[in-house]
């Protein structure tokens, strides 16, 4: 009897481990969502990161050799000034509450951290398009404050974007682009030395374009004027490292006030689409050009929140609003 007690005990204490096992791993595995062709993966442990994004079988934020940080889509307040260096870690690398998930959405909300607290939303639509929504929730007064999104991809390829030509700045290092129809191009090439740089600029349209692979990636958001940029700022930001093979595509939404107890909201939708093989891949293409103005006039953009919501910071994220883009006749 005493035998059999024994086995019976050892039993239910080995499954209650492999239980308490398996669900520690399910609480440390990263959030996958999925709809036909588009996957995307976050890490709800690692600053709610989007450490994946697939068109098909391919990852655009697979950067060859990804350091501590440098990896994947994540999220600061801008103007930098505000925090200087590093990032603030409870937005950036600590981890974020999951308060929602289906298959292919889920919301991710941080800790309070330099008077601020972030909560993403991501949503994917269809195969092609997927809106990531944020939030700032302010628990001190913010004179001047804007959303950041900071996405980082292999350093070849060929990113560009519709830009005011005098918004076009180098604030660090050197960046080789070229200005041309006024649209900023820069092109990428994986086998050359790597070169620190960064240069901003006011995108026109309110959208960024990435080409890789015959694959575009577009950032399409609110358009923000000159005016409304974050101090030292463009709403559209291209960084180079000059220590990894990595490029960092970022976006700014237009700066404002926020007082404590408000909510800045704010949202990007991405979209992924094959590039046709008879649309030539350059700088100054004047067909690629096209095709992602095309490609934006059939997607849904976001459309501006009002500048400044008076939200309890206790509040739900309310529902991102989009609206049609309709082709010019």
Known sequence: MIKGGVTRIAAILGVSALLATSASAAENASIQLTKDSLKLALDP?????ITELWYGNRDLLAVP??????FGSTFWLSPQTLWDWPPIPEHDTAPYAVSAKTADSATLTSAFGHGARVSKTV?????????????????RDFPEIAAWEITRVPNRGLAFAPVTTDSVKTVRGKVAYTLNRDTLWLTLDDSAPLVEGKVIANSTEGWLAYAVDRLLYLKIYPPVAMDD?????????LYLSGELPYLELEVQSAAQPLKSGEALNWSVLWRLVPIPETVAIHSGSHALMQFARDQVQLAERPVSSTPVSSIPVNSPAPNPQFTRIQSAP
Request: proline share 3%; aromatic share 6%; charged share 30%.
């Open 123 to 139: 949503t994917l639509d269809n195969g092609n398009d997927a809106r990531v929504h944020y939030r700032i929730d302010a628990d």
């Open 65 to 70: 050799e990804p350091g501590e940080n440098s």
């Open 45 to 49: 442990h690692y600053g709610g990161r």
């Open 229 to 237: 940029m974050a101090t030292g700022e463009g709403d559209i930001e």
